[in-house]
């Protein structure tokens, strides 16, 4: 069936340190969306992409989607302490419309 | 408007019990998907409906079961429960499955413990 890998799982990195996370899907999407999720939260969306090599940014995040559609990631440029929690990607099968989760990424950001 | 609503927020049940959980997407939103998630598996997708037809179904065993009524609104059942169950159940809505916006909107999630 289809899988959404996402690494790394754990990254710890000193405040204002850049961040990224990657995510490969074993079937292509037609869109790829990225949830942040904070420690006893619930995942809440950041960003949907839909085309091929398409780039988004949201201040100090940037968000690409890969040639294929199959892969994706988040950077995060200067990481700040409100940058804390579980970013997910999510992509959405092309052939099921299933949207299937990575296992996220936990990111800690030492002060 | 108001955002996803799941009930209870908590549970704690016994093994071979049985337990019902709901969630209200948000109005106009007629797609409603489940996921688990536990610390090790992240979210693991359980099921998603559609104007009342299951669209998609995970890997999960048929002691999980859902439905959705005529106004969105979903239940999900677990029947004989195992330790294993105990996790946070999240249901997520959004307006469309494909084309447009598809961005899910999750509610705060039940927590349900096996004992």
């Known amino acids: 069936g289809q899988q959404v890998m996402q690494i790394p799982q754990y990254q710890h990195v000193q405040e204002g340190e850049d961040f990224t996370t990657y995510c490969n899907s074993s079937?292509?999407?037609?869109?790829i969306q990225w949830y942040k999720q904070r420690p006893g939260g619930h995942p809440v969306f950041l960003i949907q992409l839909v085309k091929s090599g398409e780039v988004k940014k949201q201040k100090r995040l940037t968000f690409q989607f890969g040639e294929a559609k199959k892969n994706s990631s988040l950077h995060i440029t200067a990481t700040q302490t409100t940058d804390v929690g579980t970013y997910f990607c999510a992509g959405r099968a092309s052939n099921t419309g299933k949207l299937i989760f990575g296992q996220g990424t936990t990111l800690q950001v030492k002060p | 408007k108001a955002g996803v609503t799941q009930t209870p927020r908590y549970l704690i049940k016994t093994r071979g019990q049985q337990v019902t959980l709901s969630c209200s997407p948000i109005s106009g939103h007629r797609s409603v998907s489940w996921y688990q998630q536990t610390p090790g598996q992240g979210l693991q997708f359980l099921f998603e409906y559609f104007s009342e037809t299951q669209r998609n179904k995970g890997n999960f065993p048929g002691r999980f079961s859902g439905r959705q009524f005529s106004n969105s609104r979903s239940e999900m059942n677990v029947s004989t429960l195992e330790l294993g169950d105990s996790a946070l159940y999240l249901c997520a809505s959004s307006k469309h499955r494909t084309g447009g916006s598809t961005e899910a909107f999750f509610g705060q999630g039940t927590r349900l413990t096996v004992v």
């Open positions: 079937t292509t999407l037609s869109n």
